[in-house]
């Protein structure tokens, strides 16, 4: 199954959360995920991609 997000590379060496099927960086609560540390951005990209699995899997 395709997971639905990945990390972007932003120019300045910072790191944005991506949709991969709109290619638009992600929104949590209002907050874009864009322009953070690598490890705060692996954190949150783990997370999504196990709540969107979960919520494809019992769908």
Known sequence: ???RYD???T???SWDV???FTGMPVVEVGVP???MPIE???DLL???NYRDWRQRRSS
Do not use: F, H
Request: proline content about 5%; aromatic content about 0%.
């Open 7 to 9: 990390l972007e590379k």
């Open 18 to 20: 991506i949709d991969v």
């Open 33 to 35: 995920l864009i322009d």
């Open 46 to 48: 783990e997370l999504l």
């Open 40 to 42: 705060e951005a692996d």
């Open 1 to 3: 199954m395709t997971q």
């Open 11 to 13: 120019p300045e060496g």
